[in-house]
């Protein structure tokens, strides 16, 4: 799936100038000029932008009048419900553009109007992050200044780090950031909530921004905690929690494979795996009808964790 901001810059360019450059979009972006064609076939295939390429202009323009807004149909309404809602869940609505969510409820006003206030979306469990503090994130990243940040751990424990923001992610309803930790020399995930002060320092970023060292960071294992490799890890599902299972995206390289258990159907997921905290609170949450299978430390991780809760029952 194409960037929408990305294509959105696209767009504007376009507007501003008549026509837009794979390169300075790229350079704009920090992005490669591969993904950048990407999302303007992504526009031309699914958008039917009448996009034509210049070789006088050096760049990509709408043969004829084109607006973003025009291919608006029952996706671009679930869009619009998403972006506002989740603006106003984790109270972005002041850093999300106005003028973009009116454009969209404009073009969708005469038909859709009536269902606007009939589509819900809503975060079940989320952080709320202080405005100023996200304008700060968010102003560092786009000068590649380092933030001087007071950070508390999971124990409780403060301590004072100086760090270059690189990426920010939502997950879960909570704010990270995957940063260059100059105390510690590698790619770090900080918490937003968990900071109690952050300033930016001016200072220019010294380490350079590796792209492949993110990707593997974003995308190598399941969920937040993320480490330079990844386990595969395999989970057993029974019972009235499989179509549940089947139907749920885990991670792009999840592979499923229906079983037979002691005569009975079952189904076994394997993913990759980074740290093992956050997939087997997963896994107990669909007990006892999940357990883990393999390998054997993953295994032995998760009975811990349920020998754990054991204890904490009423004895007698």
């Avoid at 076939?41 to 996009?51: H, Q, T």
């Avoid at 034509?52 to 607006?67: H, L, M, N, Q, V």
């Avoid at 038909?111 to 100023?132: F, K, M």
């Avoid at 386990?231 to 019972?239: A, C, D, K, N, P």
Wanted: proline fraction near 5%; charged fraction near 30%.
């Amino acid at each position: 799936m194409a960037n929408t901001q990305r294509i959105i810059h696209i767009h504007r360019e376009i507007r501003r100038k008549g026509y837009c450059s794979v390169r300075e979009v790229a350079e704009d972006m920090e992005v490669s000029d591969r993904q950048v064609k990407r999302d303007i076939e992504y526009m031309r295939l699914y958008l039917k932008a009448p996009l034509i390429y210049s070789r006088e202009k050096g760049g990509y323009y709408y043969k004829k009048p084109w607006d973003i807004f025009d291919y608006a149909d029952e996706k671009m309404l679930l869009f619009y419900v998403f972006a506002e809602r989740i603006a106003e869940n984790l109270s972005l609505m002041p850093i999300v553009s106005r003028e973009l969510l009116e454009g969209i409820e404009e073009k969708l006003l005469s038909e859709y109007q009536p269902l606007l206030g009939r589509i819900t979306y809503e975060l079940s469990d989320h952080e709320r992050v202080p405005e100023e503090l996200l304008r700060t994130v968010l102003s560092a990243m786009r000068s590649h200044t380092a933030l001087a940040v007071t950070y508390s751990n999971a124990a409780g424990e403060y301590s004072a780090r100086t760090i270059e923001p690189w990426h920010l992610i939502n997950y879960s309803g909570k704010w990270y950031i995957l940063a260059w930790c100059r105390a510690s020399k590698e790619v770090r995930t900080f918490m937003l909530s968990r900071m109690t002060e952050v300033t930016d320092t001016g200072e220019p970023f010294k380490k350079k921004i590796d792209e492949d060292l993110l990707e593997k960071h974003l995308h190598k294992g399941y969920g937040i905690f993320k480490l330079a490799e990844a386990t595969e890890v395999t989970i057993r599902f029974h019972g009235p929690v499989i179509p549940l299972v089947k139907n749920r995206v885990w991670h792009p390289k999840q592979k499923f494979i229906e079983k037979t258990c002691d005569g009975k159907p079952c189904v076994e997921l394997t993913l990759p795996v980074s740290d093992f905290t956050e997939i087997t609170y997963h896994v107990l949450g669909f007990t006892p009808h999940a357990e883990a299978v393999a390998p054997e430390e993953f295994r032995q991780y998760w009975m811990k964790r349920l020998q754990e809760g054991v204890r904490l029952l009423p004895k007698g």
